[in-house]
């Protein structure tokens, strides 16, 4: 199956400052997700993108498929920005591959 | 419903007893995925679920471990015996197709002591 590799495995911020996550893929993917893991553990939806950018307000997202890689930008990073930032991609039979994630803390 | 719902929120057992997790996915979704997030660490899968067949259980820890689906909807999740490293988050997720988004409910902390 597929391996889904983040980096950096941890990141420190000041607020305000901005920041990119990546996600590698092994073998090429048709859809691509990034979630957010609030530090109550709850997973939320950043972006479902399997090619190209997408934007939603502070956050944007790249996934460049024939090259197995996506980004996710965070721009004038807040304090409620911190948690586990996790990308996943469908392996074998359509199960979802989580990467390790990136656990992001921002200072105020 | 109008997403992901998962029961009970919290539940601490003994060791040795059995559990029962329940997942409501978001009506109209095909596909069902339970995970397991242990303390620190990253989302485990356990079973994917289609309809109501699991072409994929190859991530059931051991035979303690069982899900069912009906009605291609509720699924339940039921560890036997349990043990304390069995202690996590419990996740569920459900969506659409194949080349859709999946979304999770709020998960089930299970503490087995």
């Known amino acids: 199956g597929i391996q889904v590799e983040q980096s950096p495995p941890d990141l420190i911020l000041q607020e305000g400052a901005n920041s990119t996550l990546r996600c590698n893929f092994s073998d090429s993917v048709n859809n691509l997700q990034w979630f957010h893991q609030n530090p109550w553990g709850q997973l939320i939806n950043l972006f479902y993108i399997p090619s190209g950018t997408k934007q939603n307000g502070r956050l944007s997202a790249t996934t460049v498929a024939t090259e197995r890689y996506s980004l996710l930008y965070i721009s004038s990073s807040q304090t409620t920005d911190s948690g586990v930032y996790f990308c996943?991609?469908?392996?074998?039979?359509?199960?979802?591959?989580f990467g390790t994630g990136t656990l992001l803390a921002v200072q105020p | 419903g109008a997403g992901v719902s998962q029961s009970p929120s919290n539940k601490v057992t003994e060791k040795g007893k059995d559990v029962e997790l329940r997942c409501d996915p978001i009506s109209g979704h095909t596909a069902l995925y339970w995970y397991r997030q242990r303390l620190g660490q990253g989302l485990e899968f356990l079973i994917y679920f289609q309809g109501n067949s699991a072409p994929d259980k190859s991530g059931l820890p051991s035979d303690r471990f069982s899900a069912e689906r009906t009605g291609e909807s509720v699924s339940t999740l039921t560890i036997q015996r349990t043990q304390q490293e069995d202690s996590a988050v419990y996740l569920c997720?459900?969506?659409?197709?194949?080349?859709?988004?999946?979304?999770f409910g709020q998960g089930t902390r299970l503490t087995v002591v």
């Open positions: 996943a991609g469908p392996g074998a039979t359509n199960k979802l591959i």
């Open positions: 997720a459900s969506k659409v197709g194949a080349n859709t988004e999946a979304f």
